[in-house]
T-cell receptor, first 112, second 115 residues
Framework: DAGVTQSPTHLIKTRGQQVTLRCSPKSGHDTVSWYQQALGQGPQFIFQYYEEEERQRGNFPDRFSGHQFPNYSSELNVNALLLGDSALYLC???????????FGPGTRLLVL | AQSVTQLGSHVSVSEGALVLLRCNYSSSVPPYLFWYVQYPNQGLQLLLKYTSAATLVKGINGFEAEFKKSETSFHLTKPSAHMSDAAEYFCAVSDYGGSQGNLIFGKGTKLSVKP
């Protein structure tokens, strides 16, 4: 049973560029959440997708957007990258009606 | 609004000693509480969760946590530390006190285990 997978594992971008991160949920899961974990901090919630719609959103600017596909996989897009966007981006999947979120290994983004 | 405070950003214990990692929460609704572990350069792994059933929750790798409503605490313990327990530990509360809520994390406690 495959767990949550994310790609790529590492990414280097420059300020002003755009980036797309990808996530495949655990088999059988239908809900995907994205978190940003800055160095030395706990993860912070970005948004959650269910039935291809953004259901909840944290305190992140509109530069952060996402998408969920019919197969439940998801993308996180960040436009106009800032140095402060450098972080580990974690995807978590869950099944509607259940409280546990399962995390992927993350994508480490470095913005220069 | 829900929040989590983890007391002590860094805890160091000797191998075989008791591990105690502290977590206090604030929640306007009956909380769902979680402990996750993060090994270097990896994602988060669920250790255990409290969802309003038994107040003493047992998790993986010999860890357990006790929910104390009167103290708004959910401290993580392990009777005997092992070198492989060295990692960062995060306490989290579900934002809406139930399923589908996003998780609010503490800042984490890094556990070091000395031989």
């Amino acid at each position: 049973d495959a767990g949550v997978t994310q790609s790529p594992t590492h990414l280097i971008k420059t300020r002003g560029q755009q980036v797309t991160l990808r996530c495949s949920p655990k088999s059988g899961h239908d809900t995907v959440s994205w978190y940003q974990q800055a160095l030395g901090q706990g993860p912070q919630f970005i948004f959650q997708y269910y039935e291809e719609e953004e259901r909840q959103r944290g305190n992140f600017p509109d530069r952060f957007s996402g998408h969920q596909f019919p197969n439940y996989s998801s993308e996180l897009n960040v436009n106009a990258l800032l140095l402060g966007d450098s972080a580990l981006y974690l995807c978590a999947s869950s099944l509607v009606g259940e409280e546990t979120q399962y995390f992927g290994p993350g994508t480490r983004l470095l913005v220069l | 609004a829900q929040s989590v405070t983890q007391l002590g950003s860094h805890v160091s214990v000797s191998e075989g000693a008791l591990v105690l990692l502290r977590c206090n929460y604030s929640s306007s609704v009956p909380p769902y509480l979680f402990w996750y572990v993060q090994y270097p350069n990896q994602g988060l792994q669920l250790l255990l969760k409290y969802t309003s059933a038994a107040t003493l929750v047992k998790g993986i790798n010999g860890f357990e946590a006790e929910f104390k409503k009167s103290e708004t605490s959910f401290h993580l313990t392990k009777p005997s530390a092992h070198m492989s327990d060295a990692a960062e530990y995060f306490c989290a509360v579900s934002d809406y006190g139930g399923s589908q809520g996003n998780l609010i994390f503490g800042k984490g406690t890094k556990l070091s285990v000395k031989p």
